[in-house]
DNA sequence: TGTATCGTACGAAAAACATCGTACCTTTGG
DNA sequence: CCAAAGGTACGATGTTTTTCGTACGATACA
């Protein structure tokens, strides 16, 4: 029974940094041009913005870019299950101590995870044997 | 349809902030004494930190204050169920698209969640028909 | 070939978070 | 009554995160 530090490789990306995570999972490798494209679509970015960030997402190691180009392709150093996996690690240690029950519970107490939430969860657990 | 007019939405908890709020949660209303005490268990902080901190949340609406004493007492004003629920939602909502079987897929994948609790789940699910 | 367009680099401002020092008030005990 | 101990208030400062302006190089094409 162990909930213990998450060895972590990489620095927990922050939030603006995590919305630039996502385009590129959706989308595949991309440019800068394209995640700020994808990122106004939801709020008013400025590009050089986005550049930035994903300058310094590379800075830390969570992003790599392919310079061959003028227009620099960046993508993600981790497969998304690995990010997602250490986040959601990180999230059960907080806020409920380790226990995946715990958390269990509250989503499905939670009314807005559907009936057929539920019911994919339990297909899910059968065919785990 | 839910009945709820006033969906309450209180502002995401920093970092800072949540640990103050677990201690809360765990020991129920605290002066502001006793809960960097027991910060103080696991990294120093210094008590006007702590009661700045908690003063901050408490202009947030996060917590309110029985001032009737010098000591004042400090309490979350949410339930602890409700704000971990929330930040739940958030948290599924932003990393599986509001999935919460994704999420499942997860948390059983992940080695970190025990066998124990592999059990303990079938059994909560079997028992919510 | 000149200029408008589109790219990167990067410092610095702005905003959000976290920490702390200091002032000052209340309570306590000798 | 006075000093020590312990409380709150709050501005100032430090840090991290986020945003943006500006400089400047490459490209496209009229």
Redesign the interface.
Known sequence: ????QTENNLPEPTKAE?EILQVLWEFGPSTVRFVNDKLNGQREVNYTSTLKQMQILTEKGILKRDESQMKHIYIPVEAE?KT??Q???R??N???K????Q???????????SKQ??E???R??DS?D
């Open positions: 029974m162990k909930s213990n995590l299950e997602k996996v986040l959601l690690d999230f059960v907080t806020l409920y380790g226990s995946a029950s958390l269990m519970m509250q989503l499905l107490g939670n009314e807005k995870t939430e539920i994919e969860i339990k899910l657990l785990m």
